[in-house]
């Protein structure tokens, strides 16, 4: 079973290099700690994925899928500025709750020039409903819409 799956991720990541996909990974510091997976797909448009812990009101894991779209590059200086916009969904699943929601976000940052590593700060709310788990109530959340900035630091390769 291991030497299978060390074989099923050396081919997916023959592959994808094979076809000059961009990937990076990274982390992002919020309202917690997450680990940041990109997949760049068409042009500066690209997949994110996010996987942590939280330490807002209730400790728990959180995921979150998010599409971005490039908004505009900028090229004050050596280097890469850009604007980015996504949208997707948000997870949240804590002791006595679980948050089901959409999530958007806007993301200013740069990329350097002779170095594949991008650094940005970033704005994304969530909002839905927070599932109550063992007897715990069931509300509509919406404080995720005024804290959830955040900065990231990427490596694409």
């Known amino acids: ?3 299978l799956s060390v074989l099923l991720v050396v081919m997916f990541a023959s592959i994808a290099m094979a076809n000059g996909q961009q990937w990076g990974i990274g982390g992002r510091l919020t309202n917690g700690a997450q680990v940041v997976g990109q997949y760049v797909y068409a042009g500066d ?6 996987l942590g812990v939280g330490w807002n009101s209730r400790f ?4 979150s899928l998010l599409h971005y ?3 505009k590059n900028w090229d004050w200086t050596p280097g890469n500025w850009f604007l980015d916009i996504g949208a997707g969904a948000n997870t949240i699943i804590s002791k006595n709750h679980m948050f089901l929601g959409a999530q ?4 200013f940052g740069y990329t350097f020039e002779d170095f594949p590593l991008s650094l ?6 969530a909002i839905g409903p927070n ?5 715990a109530e069931s509300t509509f959340r919406t404080e995720g819409l005024f804290y959830n ?9």
């Open 45 to 50: 448009n690209y997949l994110e994925a996010r």
């Open 104 to 107: 958007v976000s806007g993301k």
């Open 60 to 63: 728990g894991a959180e995921l």
């Open 1 to 3: 079973m291991r030497k």
């Open 131 to 135: 599932i109550g788990l063992r007897g």
């Open 120 to 125: 940005s700060a970033d704005f994304s709310p």
């Open 69 to 71: 779209w490039n908004v």
């Open 149 to 157: 900035f955040g900065i990231s630091c990427v490596y694409r390769f």
